[in-house]
């Protein structure tokens, strides 16, 4: 048993930019990220891309604004936008949330990767910086939840390291509707052997001139 005597909790993620290979996540700014956001929000699939999500796809630019400038004001969730460096434009959003620093435990959630990014590298890294950033403040626990009947979601915290813990019966209710929530997790000290593998997949030579991988993402657990 881990002797947590000395534990002291975690300190609060901040409002600061992260910075990939691919990826450049930053704090969710309605002036500088609302346009593009709003068409990858809208692009052809948003219904599917925000059937699990806690709102609807937003019915115009005027809408998707008032969401952002209400999200860029929190702090849990605290909202990044996912801007692909090759283009420059913001293509999805994501957030760290449920931060609890006494317990180091904290979630990403409310992702919306739009059409451009989505099953990509840049999709790939933009969630690989949020967990190393996660434990590089010490936090123990990194959390992946869902909706039970989200397949895509669940597959896709498979894919990316997570532990399936559960499943919490009648969990919320959401858009009117009952949502049984899958859980996932990632512990402080798996990290390091999912780090490796994260790096290693995310090397320049582990793509095509498309952008298309060469080899899986792996862990050598």
Known sequence: MVNLTNWKGAPAPERKTLNGSYVRLEPLDPDQHSASLYEAASAPG???????LFEQAPSGLAELVQWAQK???????????????????????????????????????????GPAITRSRVATEALFLF?????GLGYRRFEWKCHDLNLPSKRAAER???RFEGLFRQHMVV???????AWFSILDSEWPQLRAGYERWLRAGNFDAA???????????
């Open 46 to 52: 948003a219904d599917d891309r925000f059937r699990y």
């Open 71 to 113: 999200a860029s004001a929190s702090t849990d969730p605290l909202f990044f936008a996912v801007i692909d460096k090759k283009t420059g434009r913001a293509e999805g959003r994501q957030a760290l949330m449920r931060i609890d620093r006494t317990h180091g435990v904290i979630e990403i959630g409310s992702i919306m990767w």
């Open 131 to 135: 967990a190393d950033y996660a434990f």
């Open 160 to 162: 990316f390291g997570f």
């Open 175 to 181: 858009k009117g509707l009952n949502r049984d929530t």
């Open 211 to 221: 952008g298309s991988q060469l080899s899986k993402l792996t862990f050598d657990l």
